[in-house]
Every structure is written in C-alpha cells, then in structure tokens.
C-alpha cells in the first residue's frame, strides 16, 4: 500500500519555540493532506485540510497564525506550531490521499512534548 | 458525513474471531463504510471499506447489511497485534474528503 512517512517521531521543545513536522508521500503525489491532532485518549481531530500549492483551510478553533501549514509540492506538507506552549503537546498526525481516490494513508504521528 | 455508533470497548480470545459492530442508520446512499484502526502510538491504518456489498481482504471481512444502516468488521483469527481502537468511519468517495473519527472500539485480544 501507499507509504506516508512523516518526521520526526518525537520532540520535546522548549515553551515559545516553533516545532516543523513533515509529511511526505513515498510513492504517490497527494494533492491533499490532512493534519490531525489526538490528546491522550481521545479521538483524532481534524486540524487543517492542505492542498498542494494553496492555502490550507482550518477547522474552527484552530488558530491558522499559530499552525502553519506548507504544502508547497505533491509530495510534501508541513506543520509548524509556532510559539509552542504547553497545551499543544499532543500527538500530531498526517494524512494523505492516495492515488485511487478513496484511500486516506496515514503517517506514524508526531509526539509533542512542550516544556 | 453521518455518525456512526460503536462499543466503546470490547474483548476476543487470542485465536478466535473478532466481531466487531457499527451502527449508521442516517448513511446516506452515497456514502461508503471505512474500518481504521490505531495501535497505540502510531498512525491509523486502513483496513477495509465498502459500499454495499460484502468484502473480504487479507486483514479482515466486512459485512453490511442489506438496508446498509449497520456493518461488522471481522478480524477471522485475533492474535495479540490486532489490540488497537477500531474506527468505522462514513465517507463521500469523492476526491479530497477527510476522515471524520469517531470515539471506536477498544479491541483488547487476550491469549
């Protein structure tokens, strides 16, 4: 099946620093990613839909300046929290479609730790 | 998209099959039935999904029903690896379309 690889796995930052996560299509061009983000024992929420060589579009709630978002090629997407704090450790995960158009591919997370 | 009910959790002895339901009276026609699942600490991952037929893949089956307002993931032999959060998900099939998580069932498989 299609493979998403995304980077790093884990990070533990300092609060007021920014942290970039990536997300990149092994295999297949996504014109669309999806970043979700899961709290410990809760379900995934849906953060920001990205499209290649547009700007994102966010849910509500999630503040756009704070979550930015690239996806500036047909392989690659990604998220940085700017101005880390606290609250917004959490796992963070990536999601891209594949090239059959019904399957949704996801990457292993990212484990943000802030300080 | 239309929500979908699951058992919050559930068990299965290693080696026997897993039954595990989901309930999505208001599905629409045109919209099919996705099975997830998380392991702990990773990334979801695809197992299945249909429209209104039956289907069967090397990870599982997956059984609609005729009036498609219900389905059931089966997992034919559980080992230990299949303890993950199983997630039925409705979604339109056209391009571009998230994946909207619901709360999913708690596979534990126990030797």
């Known amino acids: 099946g299609a493979v998403v690889s995304q980077h790093p796995s884990r990070v533990i930052c300092k609060s007021g620093t920014s942290v970039k996560i990536e997300c990149r299509s092994l295999d297949f061009q996504a014109t669309t990613m999806f970043w979700y983000r899961q709290f410990p024992k809760q379900s995934l929420m849906l953060m920001a839909t990205?499209?290649?060589?547009?700007?994102?579009?966010?849910e509500q709630g999630v503040e756009k300046d704070k979550f930015l978002i690239n996806h500036a090629s047909l392989t690659l997407s990604t998220l940085t929290v700017t101005s880390a704090h606290p609250e917004d450790s959490s796992f963070y995960i990536c999601s891209a479609r594949g090239g059959t158009n019904e399957k949704l591919f996801f990457g292993s997370g990212t484990q943000l730790s802030v300080l | 998209d239309a929500k979908t009910t699951q058992p919050t959790s559930m068990d299965c002895a290693e080696g026997r099959a897993a039954n595990l339901p989901c309930n999505h009276s208001?599905?629409?026609?045109?919209?099919?039935v996705y099975w997830y699942r998380q392991i702990h600490s990773q990334g979801p991952q695809y197992i299945i999904h249909g429209l209104k037929n039956n289907e069967t893949n090397e990870m599982a089956s997956l059984i609609i029903t005729e009036d498609r307002k219900s389905s059931t993931l089966i997992l034919p032999h559980a080992t230990l690896r299949d303890t993950a959060v199983y997630y039925c998900?409705?979604?339109?099939?056209?391009?571009?379309?998230?994946?909207?998580f619901g709360g999913g069932t708690r596979l534990m498989v126990k030797p």
């Open positions: 998900i409705l979604r339109w099939n056209n391009a571009g379309n998230m994946l909207t």
């Open positions: 208001t599905i629409s026609g045109n919209e099919y």
């Open positions: 990205s499209n290649e060589g547009s700007k994102a579009t966010y």
